[in-house]
């Protein structure tokens, strides 16, 4: 698991190096703060987690963190979890993410996008005007600090309007995309008990209206706690009856009012996927989110006042916070709301050509997708303008990579980066003074102390190991909601390594300090001893034209067998027959491992996701393990539920 002597396929050139944010940031850090000034980013690292306290002190200077209140030190208690980031100091996350206002009002801080492809300006100064006009509206409700705000929308201009205006007031956002099911935001939502609720009468998707009207009035009822319900008209409809119109909301010129909170405040509510239960409720605080967010955005991702970021992403996914954290950094934001492949493949790359986006994010499944359906995105638009390709939500498999740098462009640098809805942030992933090598993250991010541990807790190189966070950082939870003594937060990262975040990846850190990500270590596929992430299995597989989509599944059984099945769902005018399965069983065989050939090769009419599009591995091997499907998954967390019945039914012949 090494390639220190293999080319990289991207190397930055001098000029990049030289001018990248974090190479300037290094050499001011050496003169004010004892950062190493020679060895790169490697020494930078090192300094970054031997120093923490320093490391941060410095980030929250370089980027000119505006503390109402002075903090008395950068960590109060250094203790996981539970650690205490810079106690006594308050601030507020909207007033930094509205400062380009003041100097650049008529620059455009939003570009809407829809299926038409066209985008819409909205400046800093209007985006402004309309926040501290909606946090005004939002105290005259009653709405006070701490206080829960509901968003049921899409990606649009009035989504990231009304999560500032929220930050604005001291409020705590939260917020699902209105393809979520009644269940599923409810699920959610009755968690943390919402004053208001921000809701649209429908979306378009795929060149269709979808209305929302009846799921609106569902919600209502079931949210006792909710004064006010605000109704934004994607559709063109009136309000429903009671409730406010975000028009009469949004239109006074008031000057927005900063409520300064302690940096522990909570800033918003995410949510894991839920597979197995009720979804966790991720508390984060303004502060945690606001440093580790300038620290991603502002160094790794090199964004400043002169780029465009987009990023496709919907509201009910963390990278939706990340893209509005743009903000932050001074960059234009695009919010594109609609299909990823509408009306073709390669509507993505047209958005990113029309917003003249420098930094354009997705997912590795749409990468390959856009590979598999010979999408020429250099050939048929003008990406000029694109700097930096990142990619995350599953790993980007080798053959991206090279598709990436193929048909994209080739001095492309190419961020694969991996990190967690839990920090709401990257562990590893882009930096862009390193170069890049296929199938790899560049490195672990500044101030991160990202390791690859055994089962007993010794650091490996080279070889799979669980991914472990050894000190902390600021962006981890606050707490889960309703969560008082704290027990299912330690649960769910602390089991394991007592004081040590696990969160429950397989990586491995090669000799030359990059990361690979092998998938999820609780559906690993542990044969004879030999364990590999299902990651490594869809990359080798899903390389086959014939193979649209895969799922493996490792299932101890009580006798000791254990049985390894692999579920396809196959590209049109395909056929499992012989001959398919035996190039599946050779493919893994040669380029992984004849341990991890699967016992079955098993055709499926679709993979089953979360709503957030990760396939959905453990709920569907707890169902092979007959575990009925009321306890094995929460259904509200699937795409497609009926997708599951051919489970349930697998395990009943089986057991027969």
Known sequence: MTSAHTEPLWQPDEERIASAAVTRFQSWAAERHGAPAEGGYPALHSWSVDELESFWQAVAEWFDIRFSTPYERVLGDRSMPGAEWFPGASLNYAEHALRAATERPHDPALLHVDETHEPRPISWAELRRQVGSLAAELRALGVRPGDRVSGYLPNIPEAVTALLATAAVGAVWTSCAPDFGARSVLDRFQQVE?????????????????????????????????????????????????????????????????????????????????????????????????????????????????????????????????????????????IYDGSPGYPDTGAQWRV?????????????????????????????????????????????????????????????????????????????????????????????????????????????????????????????????????????????????????????????????????????????????GVRMGSADIYEAVERLPEIRESLVIGLEEPDGGYWMPLFVHLADGATLDEALIDRIKRTIRTELSPRHVPDDIIEVPAVPHTLTGKRIEVPVKRLLQGTPMSKAVNPGSVDNVGLLAFYEKLARDRAK
């Open 352 to 528: 990113a050509e029309r917003t003249g986006a420098t930094l354009y994010g997705t997912s590795a499944a749409y990468v390959m997708a856009c590979a598999k359906a010979d999408v020429h995105p250099a050939r048929d638009f003008d990406l000029s303008a694109i700097k930096c390709v990142a990619t995350t939500g599953s790993p980007l498999p080798p053959d991206g990579f090279r598709w990436l740098h193929d048909e994209v462009r080739e001095d492309l640098w190419i961020a694969s980066v991996s990190g967690g809805t839990d920090v709401c942030s990257c562990f590893a992933g882009a930096v862009p003074t390193l170069p890049v090598h296929i199938g790899e993250l560049q490195a672990a991010g500044l101030g991160t102390d990202l390791q690859s541990w055994d089962p007993s807790g010794k650091p490996l190189v080279g070889e799979v190991g669980e991914l472990v966070v050894t000190n902390p950082m600021p962006s981890m939870p606050i707490h889960f909601w309703n969560d008082p003594d704290g027990s299912r937060y330690r649960d769910s990262y602390f089991e394991m390594f007592p004081g040590v975040w696990r969160h429950g990846d397989w990586i491995t850190i090669t000799d030359h300090g990059s990361v690979v990500i092998h998938g999820r270590s609780d559906s690993t596929l542990n044969r004879q």
């Open 194 to 334: 919402p004053v208001v609720l921000f809701t649209v009468d429908g979306y378009r998707y795929g060149g269709k209206e979808h209305d929302r009207r009846e799921t609106v009035a569902e919600l209502r009822a079931e949210l006792p706690t909710l004064r006010a319900v605000v109704h934004i008209p994607l559709l063109g409809t009136e309000p429903p009856e009671g409730a406010l119109a975000w028009a009469d909301l949004t239109s006074a010129d008031v000057e927005p009012v900063f409520e300064q909170v302690p940096f522990s405040h909570p800033l918003w509510v995410l949510y894991s996927s839920g597979t197995t239960g009720l979804p966790k409720a991720i508390v984060q605080s303004q502060g945690g989110i606001l440093i580790e967010h300038l620290k991603q955005l502002g160094l790794h991702c090199d964004l400043g006042p002169r780029d465009v970021f987009f990023w496709y992403t919907s509201t009910g996914w963390m990278m939706w916070n990340f893209l509005v954290s743009g903000l932050l950094t001074g960059t234009t934001v695009v």
